[in-house]
């Protein structure tokens, strides 16, 4: 079993930054792809970030160039830097890591970009 909690949203103006943090622990090792997905109000779940043990990083084209994803896996965290943000970045964002049949994700947290 794997736990994720992720800390760092909260309430931001239009053209500022945040950075998302995620721990996870239990069975989880470097050949888990970890990653970002959002999820705003009326709207399907969807990819932000991923990256996997070997820091190969894919981005939503909404985000490139904005958002970076990062990892350590010694301490099996994901970080998620996002700038230059937009009120349509507004949404709860989810830590998710898998690997195969093996799918994990945390309890979301909120991101608000609003003047």
């Known amino acids: 079993q794997v736990r994720l909690v992720e800390s760092g949203g909260g309430l931001v103006q239009p053209g500022g930054s945040l950075r998302l943090s995620c721990v996870a622990s239990?069975?989880?090792?470097?050949?888990?792809?970890m990653g970002w997905y959002r999820q705003a109000p009326g709207k399907q779940r969807e990819l932000v970030a991923v990256?996997?043990?070997?820091?190969?990083?894919n981005y939503a084209e909404s985000v490139k160039g904005r958002f970076t994803i990062s990892r350590d896996n010694a301490k099996n965290t994901i970080s998620l830097q996002m700038n230059s943000l937009k009120p349509e970045d507004t949404a709860v964002y989810y830590c998710?890591?898998?690997?195969?049949?093996?799918?994990?994700w945390g309890q979301g947290t909120q991101v608000t970009v609003s003047s």
């Open positions: 998710n890591t898998y690997r195969g049949a093996e799918n994990y």
């Open positions: 239990g069975r989880i090792f470097s050949g888990f792809v």
């Open positions: 990256v996997t043990g070997g820091g190969s990083r």
